[in-house]
Structure formats: structure tokens, C-alpha cells
């Protein structure tokens, strides 16, 4: 177990660390923030770091989105960032002693600066928690681990799913993750090798602290890539890398517990209980809204089709890996959800806002969750889902449910940003297209 410290009492343990990295994480889940001396990162725990509130209205290429309402015709104003409490950590894949610092905006007032994904996540745990819902939350986390930017993986390497040999081939890289995973007091749990070429995934502990289940799957990403380049490597947690490859998820697996701590998924018998069902109808009525959260690039959308495990319908089913929301039973502490619909390029806390807000609408509503999934069916009969992100950007921008989840500007936030790298996108023709058409056409 990692202790936790303030940045003060970190900084005065480890007097070799000269720079601190502080950083927040933007609406693509993006860290953005700055390089500290030591003696200036001293002070923001009293004194806060300014930096631009339209720091989290970023396009992907990381400029000013316009239409977000928070740099142009702003004067683009500073707020105030401060130190999550025990996030402060050693980067051991720095070159020269180096800490990290995860940092949150306030307004002046004190409260949570709408436009911060993190922010949005604690504003919903705090209605879930309101209602005597407290949920148990972790994360499992796809990437690829490649040569180079240039790599692609050889069609011999694939398909060793689970295999022992292919997780030793690449111990030194892995074996610095766990080590880093543990300085950082990311609770990492398994690794196992996936079904693409040098694909794997690592899988996180539940935690009762759902904002810190977030941040531990950014603190993975940011771990995953740093020891990657460190180790001669490049990680992408991009959905879709190769268009021949499994895809690249984040599932969610999530429980509800009362103030008590004993589970609401379970009844008195062992057995389901209401609630459970009603969470899934919850999940399966806002999917199609909240697709953007889930998928929110352009190459997002490349992971799902049918007959793999990329799921294109709103659907449930009980262990059912290729349904949308994988109903988990067992003992009543076994009993969750697991929601299998977000990509690994994905902002955590956006997706778990999403969750949390379908569940709640399940339980408020008491939503019958309806016939759950026939994996031979292929999805026939099921809710659709929107499976082109242009589609996906018009459900969420025009959603009652997700201005309620996220709040009306930040709904509004998310699909100004996510119009921008569309429309930049747009402008961009791919290779494929010359090779396919500028000869013949």
C-alpha cells in the first residue's frame, strides 16, 4: 500500500525531486498542465496554479475550440487549479527525479469548475450518493504495445489470447509497469495477453471511490506510455490501431452499495435483486445518447461490428461478452455490472458520468432492462446504436439526459469539441482514398 502525502510532505521526504508535473485532464482525458521547479510547486497547495479554464475545451490536436464558449470572446480568463488530495507520486520513467501531481479548477467560490471531467464525475457520485447509492467501481484497460509509431503487427502474433510465452516475450516492459503501477498506488491487479497482435490488458482493483477509480485509469495510461518509450516502445490506447486487430476497450465493472455497505444488486436470498434490473434498463435507455462518451474519436467507431466483441446493439445478457452491459452474478459481493461498451480512447470520467447517470435514471424510473441478448441473433430486435460518429455527436449534443448528467454547458462543451475534430477530420483526405480513387476516377 502506497502511503499518501500532500505535496509538502512528499516534496520534504524526497528532497532529490526537482521538478513537479501538474497536471488536469481535458475533455479527451488529455493531461494538460506544466513543469514545476521544486520550489514553485512548494506553493500551489496554499496559493493554487493558474491556468486557462479553456484549458479543458481542447480539440485533439490540443487548440481552442471556439464554439466552447471558454477562450474566444472570453479574453480566455485563468482559474485555479489545486492538488487532488494523494495524488502526488514519483514519474519513475523520468530521466531526473521528477513527481507527478494530479490537479482539479475551482471557480472563485471555491466550487468545482463545471468544464472539469473530473469535476462532472463528482457532481454525479454525489447524486448517487445523495440517494444512499455508493458505487464500487473498476476499470479494465486495452492497449497495444508496438516497436515503433511505424509497427504493425504480424498476423503470426495474433490470436494468443491468454498466452504465458507472449507475456514473457515483453516481461521487461511489463514488469517496469507493475513496478511503476505500484509507486503510483495504481492498484493494478492482472495482466494478461489479448486477442490482437501485442495487444494486452491490465485490469484494476474495485474501489469504493469512484473519481479515484478514474484517475487511477488515467494514471495508467500515462504509465503504460511513459515506461513504453522508456523501454524503446510506443502504447497506443487507440480503439482501433489496425483495422485486421481485436479493438481496444474499457470495461467498467460496477456495483451499487447502500450506506451500510452491503450490496443493493442482491437480494436477501443471494439472488438479483430489483434494482439490478432497473440499473440495467437505466444503461440500455441512455446508451444511444451518451454514445460519444464512449466512443468519442473518429476511429472509435472502427471497433464495433457484429461477430466480435465491439458490441452494436443496446443490449444485456447474463456473462455475456458480446452484449453491451455483461450481467455478473455469483455471491452477493460477485453481483455487478460489467458495461462493455467504452473504447480505451475513452475519458474515464465522462464514461463512468455516463454510467452512473443511466443507472440512476433505471432506478429512478424503475426501467424494465427488456429481454436480454441472444448472441446468435446478432443483435436483431435490439435498440440500435448510433455506429457513426456524426450521428453520435447529434444524439448527445440534442440530449435531455446527458445536459442532466454533465449540465447543460458541459454537454454543450463536450459536442463543441468533438464537432471540431470532425469538421478538421473532414478536411483530411487519407491515403486510402488516393490509392482507391485518384486513378480512376
Same mark, same amino acid.
Given at each position: 500500500m502506497v502511503q499518501l502525502f500532500s505535496l509538502q510532505e512528499y516534496l520534504s521526504a524526497h528532497p532529490e525531486v526537482d521538478r513537479v508535473e501538474a497536471f488536469v485532464s481535458d475533455v479527451n482525458g488529455v493531461g494538460r498542465g506544466k513543469w514545476l521547479p521544486r520550489q514553485r510547486a512548494l506553493?500551489?497547495?496554499?496559493?493554487?496554479?493558474?491556468?486557462?479554464?479553456?484549458?479543458?475545451?481542447?480539440?485533439?490536436w490540443g487548440r481552442d475550440v471556439r464554439e466552447?464558449?471558454?477562450?474566444?470572446?472570453?479574453?480566455?480568463?485563468?482559474?485555479?487549479?489545486? *492538488?487532488?488530495?494523494?495524488?502526488?507520486?514519483?514519474?519513475?520513467?523520468?530521466?531526473?527525479?521528477?513527481?507527478?501531481?494530479?490537479?482539479?479548477?475551482?471557480?472563485?467560490d471555491g466550487a468545482p469548475f463545471y468544464a472539469d471531467p473530473r469535476a462532472m464525475l463528482g457532481r454525479m457520485v454525489e447524486r448517487l450518493n445523495a440517494k444512499g447509492l455508493?458505487?464500487?467501481?473498476?476499470?479494465?484497460?486495452?492497449?497495444?504495445?508496438?516497436?515503433?509509431?511505424?509497427?504493425? *503487427?504480424?498476423s503470426r502474433d495474433s490470436g494468443q489470447?491468454?498466452?504465458?510465452?507472449?507475456?514473457?516475450?515483453?516481461?521487461?516492459?511489463?514488469?517496469?509497469?507493475?513496478?511503476?503501477?505500484?509507486?503510483?498506488? =495504481?492498484?493494478?491487479?492482472t495482466i494478461q495477453r489479448e486477442y490482437g497482435a501485442g495487444q494486452y490488458e491490465i485490469n484494476l482493483r474495485h474501489i469504493g471511490d469512484a473519481c479515484l477509480a478514474a484517475d487511477h485509469a488515467i494514471l495508467l495510461k500515462r504509465i503504460v506510455r511513459g515506461t513504453a518509450v522508456r523501454h524503446g516502445r510506443i502504447a497506443t490506447f487507440m480503439a482501433k490501431p489496425f483495422g485486421a486487430q481485436a479493438g481496444s476497450g474499457m470495461h467498467v465493472h460496477v456495483s451499487l452499495l447502500d450506506r451500510a455497505g452491503k450490496t443493493l444488486f442482491a437480494d436477501e436470498a443471494g439472488g438479483e435483486s430489483a434494482m439490478l434490473g432497473h440499473a440495467v434498463g437505466g444503461l440500455l435507455s441512455t446508451m444511444a445518447d451518451a454514445m460519444l462518451l464512449f466512443a468519442p474519436h473518429a476511429n472509435s467507431y472502427r471497433r464495433f461490428s457484429r461477430g466480435a466483441y465491439g458490441p452494436v446493439t443496446?443490449?444485456?445478457?447474463?456473462?455475456?461478452?458480446?452484449?453491451?452491459?455483461? =450481467?455478473?452474478?455469483?455471491?452477493?459481493?460477485?453481483?455487478?455490472?460489467?458495461?462493455?461498451?467504452?473504447?480505451?480512447?475513452?475519458?474515464?470520467?465522462?464514461?463512468l458520468t455516463a454510467i452512473f447517470a443511466g443507472m440512476l435514471a433505471g432506478i429512478d424510473g424503475a426501467i424494465d432492462p427488456g429481454p436480454r441478448h441472444a448472441p446468435s441473433s446478432h443483435g436483431h430486435g435490439e435498440r440500435s446504436l448510433p455506429l457513426d460518429w456524426s450521428p453520435a455527436i447529434a444524439a448527445f449534443a440534442a440530449s435531455d439526459a446527458m445536459a442532466d448528467a454533465l449540465g447543460t454547458a458541459g454537454r454543450d462543451m463536450v459536442a463543441a469539441c468533438k464537432r471540431q475534430d470532425r469538421d478538421e477530420l473532414l478536411t483530411r483526405v487519407p491515403d486510402t482514398e488516393y490509392d482507391t480513387y485518384l486513378a480512376t476516377l
Open positions: 506553493a500551489i497547495s496554499s496559493k493554487g496554479l493558474a491556468m486557462p479554464r479553456s484549458i479543458f475545451a481542447l480539440d485533439i466552447a464558449g471558454l477562450a474566444y470572446g472570453t479574453g480566455d480568463p485563468d482559474g485555479l487549479c489545486w *492538488p487532488i488530495a494523494g495524488s502526488v507520486a514519483p514519474v519513475v520513467w523520468a530521466d531526473r527525479p521528477t513527481a507527478q501531481v494530479m490537479l482539479t479548477m475551482r471557480d472563485g455508493f458505487p464500487m467501481v473498476a476499470t479494465e484497460l486495452e492497449f497495444y504495445l508496438l516497436d515503433d509509431m511505424a509497427a504493425r *503487427p504480424s489470447v491468454l498466452s504465458i510465452d507472449a507475456l514473457r516475450s515483453v516481461a521487461p516492459v511489463l514488469d517496469a509497469i507493475e513496478d511503476a503501477c505500484r509507486a503510483q498506488g =495504481v492498484p493494478a491487479e443496446a443490449s444485456w445478457g447474463y456473462d455475456d461478452r458480446s452484449a453491451a452491459v455483461r =450481467v455478473i452474478t455469483g455471491s452477493p459481493s460477485e453481483t455487478r455490472i460489467e458495461h462493455r461498451l467504452a473504447g480505451a480512447d475513452c475519458n474515464p470520467y465522462l464514461a
